[in-house]
């Protein structure tokens, strides 16, 4: 196998590479312009939804989570033995949490070791760092036998085709139903892993629980006598001006809300099919309308001042410094943990259009990342699915509750039945987020220990926006320009989204933006779209 540089694979030339032999020597790649076969579809694998606890709140909409008040009483044990063979396993992984000690550190760690039947030796890395660190492994060829793929890695399709084993022998159609749990992911998530007609990967679900939402903090509404309710964007500028005290240091936005204001408009997260033809968000008028409501929301002061330029909104809205911002279901539990605040309360609010209607929810991607094999032979192939099956054992086992809490005594304690991380577990369990949650992962359940109320305040929202919500329209298919300049086209129209923002550009600088992008590449990735969605038959 010929060895590709990390000055290469930083500067996005792989196809290049692949062409020159660097790819070459490892499999046959697929042409970048092949967009057909990039995009050539595959039987997925069958669903089959696992049998466990039953829900506290009744699944009222086929993409609704589970929901649970508390963790199941006496969780059982699923698996017999052990997934591994007794051979060494080694991967790379990202973690948004503190890394946490190394396995001669972590008795955490160890215990897993135990029970994969294998000695996991996994490189971690924080997930700012993991696209340099990806690239670096890549050059080397070190990225082990199961790691976590940067999905904005260039010419992605043809480096999985090269460096990673295809799995669509051992989970396409019925043959996934050996391994249950990697069964009990949905359809959806699995249409994410399907590059060049195979499936290349396994899906790291989240589904609608990384949906981006407008959070409110209930306690600072009540305390000011201030009912938010489902506002449409009169209603809540309305409210933010009330809630707005410069003097107290207490700001209505941590962040301009462009989530809300894109379902109050009917945008798109990206990519949709409008007429016939995919339009981008950033080419629609609405899209410069949200521009200017949030420039003005800027100028008037309802946004933090540093709300525009930076990201700390997590700490504003923790410390009450911000009443509303953007964030996901899966959020708040973080919210909560970090809260020391009593009477600390967050709600959802159902936004509503200009016909008084709920706003459209863009819901989040099925997956936050994938994960890839090494290739080897079939019968390790077959292990290390076995192990990463045993990753996904869903909410509510035993399994489950050892991968996020750890041991009994030291890493967790009960309250009730909710495990409750101890100082330890917060450190050897990395925050109940040990990163082989990044090699294969369960649904995430709707499920705020010792907060019911949250769940019942999730689960009322959700009923409210999933008969309208839509799924990205592109997701699953693939665009090589996008691959290639997608990150940088990002980050210009970001640039100037913040310079219109704080008025350091005019709105009308947008539409040369546009016009710009639409130049440089954005067409072409609309027409790749195109392509794409005809391979795939989709309309």
């Not at 466990?52 to 609704?64: A, E, I, V, W, Y």
């Not at 990384?210 to 209603?235: C, F, H, M, N, Y």
């Not at 592109?474 to 640039?495: H, I, N, Q, W």
């Amino acid at each position: 196998m010929s060895m590709i540089s990390r000055r290469t694979l930083l500067g996005g030339s792989l196809a290049a590479v692949a062409t020159a032999g660097g790819l070459s020597g490892c499999a046959t790649v697929t042409r970048s312009t092949d967009i057909a076969a990039l995009n050539r579809p595959v039987a997925l694998p069958t669903y089959k939804r696992f049998d466990g606890p039953k829900p506290d709140l009744p699944r009222s909409h086929p993409l609704m989570p589970d929901c649970f008040y508390r963790f199941p009483d006496r969780p059982v044990r699923t698996t017999d033995g052990s997934p591994g063979d007794g051979s060494d396993i080694s991967g790379t992984a990202p973690t948004s949490n503190p890394i946490p000690p190394t396995a001669d550190r972590n008795p955490y760690w160890q215990e897993l070791n135990r029970r994969l039947g294998s000695p996991l030796a996994l490189t971690i890395s924080s997930a700012a760092d993991y696209p340099n660190k990806f690239a670096t492994s890549v050059a080397g060829d070190t990225l082990g036998d199961l790691f976590n793929v940067d999905s904005a890695f260039a010419y992605l399709p043809q480096f999985l085709e090269a460096r990673a084993q295809d799995l669509t022998e051992y989970l396409s159609g019925d043959a996934i139903l050996d391994y249950p749990f990697l069964a009990n992911l949905s359809t959806e998530s699995w249409r994410g892993c399907v590059y060049s007609g195979g499936i290349r990967a396994v899906p790291i679900q989240r589904g609608v629980m990384s949906t981006d939402l407008l959070l409110a903090r209930q306690d600072i509404l009540d305390k000011l006598g201030v009912e938010l309710g489902s506002p449409d964007l009169d209603e809540l500028v309305k409210v933010a001006r009330t809630v707005t005290d410069e003097k107290k240091k207490r700001w209505a936005f941590a962040v301009p809300p462009r989530w809300a204001l894109s379902a109050m408009l009917g945008l798109p997260r990206d990519w949709e099919v409008r007429d016939g033809r995919l339009v981008h968000s950033w080419e629609l008028p609405e899209h410069k309308e949200m521009l200017v409501i949030t420039q003005q929301m800027a100028s008037d002061g309802l946004i933090h001042p540093d709300g525009v330029a930076k990201h700390n909104q997590k700490v504003w809205f923790s410390q009450g410094s911000a009443v509303m911002t953007q964030d996901t279901y899966s959020s708040i539990q973080s919210f909560y943990r970090r809260s020391v605040v009593k009477e600390f309360a967050i709600t959802i609010p159902v936004v509503r259009n200009a016909a008084g209607k709920t706003g459209r929810v863009l819901l989040g991607k099925p997956n936050n990342s994938i994960a890839a094999i090494k290739p080897s032979s079939p019968e390790r192939t077959k292990m290390l699915l076995g192990v990463l099956n045993w990753m996904a054992a869903p909410f509510g086992t035993e399994e489950y509750l050892f991968r996020k809490f750890g041991q009994a005594g030291r890493h967790y304690t009960l309250n009730g039945t909710d495990p409750v991380l101890t100082e330890a577990g917060q450190s050897e369990v990395c925050l109940g987020e040990f990163p082989i949650q990044y090699l294969a992962d369960g649904g995430y359940p709707v499920y705020f220990p010792g907060h019911p109320e949250a769940v019942d305040m999730a689960y009322a929202h959700l009923e409210a926006v999933l008969p309208t919500a839509v799924l990205p329209s592109t997701y699953g298919l693939y665009s090589p320009t996008e691959s290639t300049k997608g990150k940088v086209f990002t980050s210009r129209m970001d640039a100037l989204t913040k310079d219109i923002q704080l008025g350091r550009a005019k709105p009308a600088a947008w539409d040369e933006a546009v016009a710009d992008w639409r130049k440089s590449g954005g067409d072409a990735i609309r027409h790749e779209y195109e392509e794409a969605m005809s391979a795939q038959g989709r309309k």
